[in-house]
């Protein structure tokens, strides 16, 4: 078991570190490859209205007069001592962890992202145990009743799930909720440790819409894997050792089936929590997502490539977590 972590742990180091040398070769070496010169790439860093001393400043500052395993080598050492940019007889230090310096604004992206992130895992987490509870009991019960009238209902619901895209499920329940039948009389995030209840209360709308996408599509991978499951012979012969049907279902069956369920769940909530975009740009929430935008529509590249990185690191992260759970709900993992 435990060489069985140090791989995965070591494993998910290595996919870091491929991650930065891929994000470092789409911002500074793909446009190289594609004609630009110097001064054009360092120019993007600057905004539009870029005049030429901060132009050759930025040059400077992110080593364009460098060989270019030099640049990679500044730009993954930045993020864990930091950086000092100067501009004239002006300096701006970029503190450790250095995600990013926007040059455009002057300011450092790490402490943007740090009040942004909050936002986003709150959505991202809310709805994920919304939708992996529902999902999750609505697979298993339409995989025990199949072909009953509940469980085309069920299957009836989910397939609308699946159907609807989140920005029309949003703004339709935010026009349900807040205008015909007025039970909220809006919706802004208020952080967790000021009052907690309006946190949850605030963030219901936005975790029901995410959720009802999500949930159908777990509530059809449940059922295909419960039926999959309940036909095995394991089954069979737990059944006839005379087995209560409950835990024959959920130990036996259910256990079983949670399989490519943890490794989808582990997908999507780290790509949601590197930034619920659509959903944060619906309900106007300040999160990595919105900041994404934001970056992207004022052509600040530091500020995408920013969230790029801690995006990649979640993603990173959760994977390396199903891995870990892969060992605890299936036996086989650990004979392995």
């Not at 364009?64 to 990679?72: A, G, I, K, S």
């Not at 959720?211 to 012969?237: P, Q, V």
């Not at 500020?303 to 993603?315: K, S």
């Amino acid at each position: 078991m435990a060489a069985y972590i140090i791989r995965r742990v070591f494993g998910a180091v290595l996919l870091l570190l491929i991650v930065s040398a891929v994000t470092f070769a789409i911002y500074f070496l793909v446009p190289r490859l594609a004609g630009q010169t110097m001064d054009q790439l360092a120019a993007q860093y600057v905004g539009k209205d870029a005049n030429a001393s901060a132009i050759a400043a930025v040059k400077k500052n992110l080593g364009f007069d460098q060989p270019l395993y030099e640049q990679y080598w500044h730009f993954l050492k930045q993020i864990f001592v930091g950086a000092t940019y100067q501009f004239g007889p002006d300096a701006s230090v970029c503190h450790a962890p250095c995600f990013g310096y926007s040059f455009k604004n002057h300011v450092e992206v790490w402490p943007q992202l740090t009040e942004r992130i909050p936002v986003t895992f709150s959505l991202a987490i809310g709805a994920a145990v919304i939708w992996l509870i529902s999902g999750v009991a609505v697979g298993v019960v339409s995989a025990l009743k199949r072909g009953s009238l509940l469980d085309r209902f069920f299957m009836g619901i989910a397939l609308a799930g699946v159907s609807l895209p989140i920005f029309f499920t949003g703004m339709l329940f935010l026009g349900l909720f807040t205008v015909q039948w007025p039970i909220w009389d809006g919706v802004n995030y208020v952080p967790f440790t000021e009052n907690p209840a309006d946190w949850a209360w605030n963030l219901l709308i936005p975790w029901c819409s995410l959720a009802f996408l999500y949930s159908a599509l777990y509530a059809r991978l449940t059922r295909a894997g419960m039926l999959e499951t309940m036909g095995e012979d394991y089954i069979r012969t737990a059944r006839a050792k005379g087995l209560r049907e409950r835990t024959v279902v959920g130990r036996h069956g259910l256990r079983a089936a949670l399989t490519p369920i943890v490794t989808i769940f582990g997908m999507d909530f780290g790509l949601l929590v590197g930034g619920a975009v659509i959903t944060e740009q619906v309900f106007s929430f300040q999160g990595l997502g919105f900041y994404a935008v934001k970056g992207v529509q004022n052509n600040d590249l530091p500020i995408v490539m920013g969230v790029t990185l801690v995006a990649a690191f979640f993603i990173v992260l959760c994977n390396l977590l199903v891995d870990l759970v892969y060992a605890a709900i299936d036996p086989r993992v650990r004979l392995s």
